[in-house]
């Protein structure tokens, strides 16, 4: 009988509709919509991993800085764990005094080599994890420690299914399926 894959990461893999569902394998998928990576990595501590036969961990960006709460997100069920994205606070902060309250914060006080290097020893962790297979969505110069980087089907196929059409959560799948099989 063949086990379970854990699939762990961000909203680039947590629609089982989406690329998941199409590797012809059960999945358990602990992924969640603009978490960042010490949530990713708190995602592998959930269930013991030898019972499943691979692991795939999606990694975000480095730039996703940790929240315990988010202002703007916390009540919505499917964005509850979201933590800052760097690229939306200016956003967000146009027209929401919390988020307005983070970017003063992050302009003043945040450090960019902390945030990396943090995001750095945490993918290293996830890398020990037996029998992973490590992918990410996201600007290759920001995630260059991850093997396969999917930013460009990404950026050719953008839609409404982990960010992707039908034809890029195929592509995907056929990648993911390949890296499973060696």
Known sequence: MQKKILIIGDSFSSLNVGWPSMLGQEIVNLSQNGVGEYKIFMQS????????????VCHTS????????HPIHHKNAIRSENDFLLADVEYHSSYNKDMKLVK????KFLDLDYQKNIYELLVNEL???QNSIHITFHDKTDTDMIE???NEIWKKNKGDINH?????????ADIVKGLLNG
């Open 164 to 172: 992707m059409n039908l034809t890029g959560n195929r592509q995907v």
């Open 104 to 107: 003063n914060y992050l302009d």
């Open 45 to 56: 501590k959930r269930y013991p991993l030898w019972q499943f036969s691979n692991i795939i």
């Open 127 to 129: 890398k020990k994890i």
């Open 62 to 69: 480095p730039w996703r800085v940790h929240a315990k709460t």
């Open 148 to 150: 396969n980087n999917l």
